[in-house]
């Protein structure tokens, strides 16, 4: 149940970044020009039939941020009650914290009249909440717990003792922080301005490399320069677990869905230019960069599963008389 | 302990600097602005004249409004503001002043309002110019909200809402700004400029093209044309004692 709920909690913070996508897309920032009131109104008895142009958009992400809000919290205290692993219990507080400073920030900006390094923050902390609660949903998963056999431990689906491949988790590692890199690019341009200083695509005015420069422009090439360097390192990264690891289930289906994704990203991408920044595409852009970090974030969790072992032992959980799951005794 | 009481006299110490806390030389008080004007009225000349607009204007694009169904009026397609032109020519919503040439001159702030309405959630007036210290009035006369977001560079950025129809929001500027843009992000199509000034020449063109700059001092001055899509546009002008000069600019578009 408790991995149920966090899988929820993980979808739901997917669907608050689409509609904070939908707020910067439209402009609507400061269409609420009061926090954490709206208009003078509490957030939750504000007037449905007021939700009209710009508001409609930022007063929906703040009431969906309020909800994801409660669930994290929901999530933070059934982890503390039923969790036996201290490190799982401690990401469910840093999610807690996470989300109720992102709540703040969201806040910040908008009383601050949205200046760039503020808004930045906010969407580059909305992915590591985001991050957090795959993470969460991820750590209470059967499949990780039984790390990914179907008896004994440390085995996979065909009972082999599972790799500690290390070169396979450092490329998925890097492969996951360029992606997050790549991120913070995207929302740096989208937060300055910069989406179309590159109207065309692929090309960049008619070339391959801008014949102009300016900060914007430079923003923008960077992002498409991120987006081929996270589409090789994820290919390799692809590679290298089908080549080494094409057996195992659970590193074989992210892998495909990373690619998969990927396609879908740079589409989107693409799209976005073409249209001239439609909101809906420039918002499926946003939560797909997100899909994309959280799917490459399971496969990097997946193929560092050997070293939580340590982890899994500490299941000290101060004032609770909760028994240890058999998993941990098995290889403890 | 004592190194940790030392980090905290450090902090709150560079917080207090940080806050602007420390000591500073205390501001001269601003010399109040003069109740009369410096210009007399015997010796002072009117500059006049037309904007016009060559080639084929734009047509106007249909501004959709569907995203809050109180604006919709049923059967009227409103449509953007960006260049109107004129039966004859003329283009309205220019702003002309005079950019320099008054020295050090100093004139008294108006003591009329200016009132800026959100009607039919458009901005009324499109383009208008206050004086620094003026009383700037918005009013919201629609049944819906809107949010009042002067983004200006020079002046103080503000944005508030008025929910309510009758609310009102009073503003004066403080310091002199070509244009400063006022925006509603409930409605991303209400935009309207104000040209905020330290002095009270200046205009905005009407429906005609026409403008009229008056109770000029002799002299030498360098009057702008803005428009907001079309850019600027500067002229010198010289007038005599109780001289009426006329002068003219003309915008095309930039495509």
């Known amino acids: 149940m408790l991995h149920l709920f966090a899988l929820l909690v993980a979808a739901s913070t997917a669907v608050l970044i689409f509609a904070g996508g939908l707020v910067t897309s439209t402009g609507s920032g400061l269409s609420v020009p009061d926090w954490p009131t709206t208009y003078g109104w509490s957030m939750f008895t504000f007037p449905i039939d007021k939700w009209v142009g710009g508001i409609f958009y930022e007063h929906t992400h703040r009431l969906i941020a309020s909800g994801v809000g409660a669930l994290i919290m929901g999530l933070a205290f059934w982890l503390w009650r039923a969790e036996p692993r201290r490190s799982v219990r401690r990401l469910g507080y840093l999610a807690l914290g996470a989300v109720v400073t992102q709540g703040i920030l969201g806040g910040i900006t908008v009383l601050w009249f949205l200046p760039d390094a503020i808004s930045i923050a906010h969407a580059g902390l909305a992915q590591l909440v985001f991050c957090l609660t795959i993470s969460i949903a991820l750590l209470t998963s059967p499949g990780w717990k039984r790390a990914y056999a179907r008896s004994g431990s440390l085995t996979n689906t065909h009972s082999q003792p599972l790799a500690n491949d290390q070169a396979l988790q450092w490329v998925a590692i890097a492969t996951t922080g360029l992606i997050y890199l790549q991120i913070i690019v995207g929302a740096t341009m989208r937060h300055t301005g910069a989406g179309l200083a590159i109207p065309d695509f692929p090309w960049a005015f008619g070339r391959l490399v801008p014949p102009v420069w300016s900060a914007a422009i430079a923003i923008h090439f960077a992002h498409r320069v991120g987006a081929v360097l996270v589409c090789v390192l994820a290919l390799a990264t692809v590679a290298h677990v089908l080549y080494h690891h094409g057996r195992r289930t659970e590193l074989r289906r992210p892998s495909f869905l990373l690619l998969a994704l990927l396609a879908v990203q740079v589409t989107l991408g693409a799209l976005t230019v073409l249209s001239g920044r439609d909101h809906i595409i420039n918002s499926l852009h946003v939560v797909t960069g997100a899909l994309v970090l959280a799917t490459s974030l399971v496969l990097t969790l997946r193929a560092c599963r050997p070293r939580f072992a340590g982890a899994d032992a500490q299941t000290v959980s101060p004032g609770s008389a909760l028994p240890k799951p058999a998993y941990v005794g098995a290889h403890a | ?255």
């Open chain 2, 1 to 255: 302990m004592i190194r940790l009481f030392g980090i905290g006299v450090a902090l709150a110490a560079l917080t207090a600097a940080a806050c602007g806390g420390g000591q500073t030389e205390p501001a001269a008080p601003a010399t109040p602005p003069p109740t009369v004007s410096p210009v007399d009225p015997a010796t002072a000349g009117n500059v006049t004249g037309k904007i016009a607009f060559e080639g084929t204007p734009p047509k106007p694009t249909v501004v959709r409004m569907d995203s809050d169904p109180n604006c919709v009026q049923p059967g009227v397609a409103t449509t953007d503001e960006l260049v109107t032109v004129g039966e004859g020519g003329g283009l309205q919503n220019v702003f002309v002043y005079v950019k320099d040439g008054l020295g050090n001159l100093r004139f008294p702030i108006p003591s009329e309002t200016i009132l800026l309405d959100q009607k039919g959630c458009h901005y009324v007036p499109h383009v208008f110019g206050a004086q620094v210290g003026q009383t700037v009035e918005v009013l919201n006369s629609d049944q819906t909200l809107h949010n009042v977001h002067a983004v200006p560079t020079a002046n103080q950025e503000f944005n508030t809402g008025q929910p309510l129809a009758g609310m009102k929001h009073v503003h004066r500027f403080s310091t002199k700004e070509v244009m400063v843009p006022f925006k509603c992000d409930v409605h991303p199509w209400m935009r309207a400029f104000v040209g905020v000034l330290d002095h009270p020449y200046f205009a905005v063109s009407t429906a005609d093209g026409t403008f009229s700059l008056k109770g000029l001092p002799p002299g030498t001055y360098t009057v702008e044309a803005w428009h907001e899509t079309l850019g600027t546009q500067t002229q010198m002008v010289t007038i005599g004692a109780s001289e009426n000069k006329e002068i003219s600019f003309a915008f095309k578009s930039a495509t």
